[in-house]
T-cell receptor, first 114, second 112 residues
Framework: DAEITQSPRHKITETGRQVTLACHQT?????MFWYRQDLGHGLRLIHY???????NKGEVSDGYSVSRSNTEDLPLTLESAASSQTSVYFC?????????????FGAGSRLTVL | SQQGEEDPQALSIQEGENATMNCSYK?????LQWYRQNSGRGLVHLIL?????REKHSGRLRVTLDTSKKSSSLLITASRAADTASYFC????????????FGQGTRLTINP
């Protein structure tokens, strides 16, 4: 069965370190998204991609970067982790094209920055 | 800024009762979607209603959309303990180029 997987599921790191969260989908979806979820803010869009070599900034992109070298993967990198980036991160994908943009979500990655 | 705002933020009802959650949004949309999130899990798509639709049903779910008021409601009938979760509305904005904007969610608790 097709799926979308995130790793690691839990990560503790220190301020200033580089962290990469992986997202891998086997749906063959064109669109991929990274959201963060914080109490009181719901889900906020960090970065998104409509296809290979395409990346776009979302609402809260400062301090984050992504790259899309193939259809299946959209890794999220925190260049220099800050305590404000402690959050739960969700990757999602959708088919793209002219269809309705229905998202399939991963299980989430809980990141703690000390 | 968040497009959707859910109301109430939290709702607690008895099993078997109906649960109604509301969502308001600000800009023109292609469609509005509702998602469920169980504790510690990712979001799961429940139902989508297009901007030219007024009501849609799926099992025990009923969604309405009023584009003139920029609002939507999700009704869960005959609630069950398994319906305990957070529910989010998400808007697919006309100028949003296929990226959904989520509200803050309603935390629903079904008491046995």
């Amino acid at each position: 069965d097709a799926e979308i997987t995130q790793s690691p599921r839990h990560k503790i790191t220190e301020t200033g370190r580089q962290v990469t969260l992986a997202c891998h989908q086997t749906w063959n979806h064109n669109n991929m998204f990274w959201y963060r979820q914080d109490l009181g803010h719901g889900l906020r869009l960090i970065h998104y991609s409509y296809g290979v070599q395409d990346t776009n900034k979302g609402e809260v992109s400062d301090g984050y970067s992504v790259s899309r070298s193939n259809t299946e993967d959209l890794p999220l990198t925190l260049e220099s982790a800050a305590s404000s980036q402690t959050s739960v991160y969700f990757c999602a994908s959708s088919e793209g094209g002219s269809g309705a943009n229905v998202l399939t979500f991963g299980a989430g990655s809980r990141l703690t920055v000390l | 800024s968040q497009q959707g705002e859910e109301d109430p933020q939290a709702l607690s009802i008895q099993e078997g009762e109906n649960a109604t959650m509301n969502c308001s949004y600000k800009t023109s949309i292609n469609n509005l979607q509702w998602y469920r999130q169980n504790s510690g899990r990712g979001l799961v798509h429940l139902i989508l209603i297009r901007s030219n639709e007024r009501e849609k049903h799926s099992g025990r779910l009923r969604v309405t959309l009023d584009t003139s008021k920029k609002s939507s409601s999700l009704l869960i009938t005959a609630s069950r303990a398994a319906d305990t979760a957070s529910y989010f509305c998400a808007t697919d904005q006309i100028q949003g180029a296929q990226k959904l904007v989520f509200g803050q969610g309603t935390r629903l608790t079904i008491n046995p």
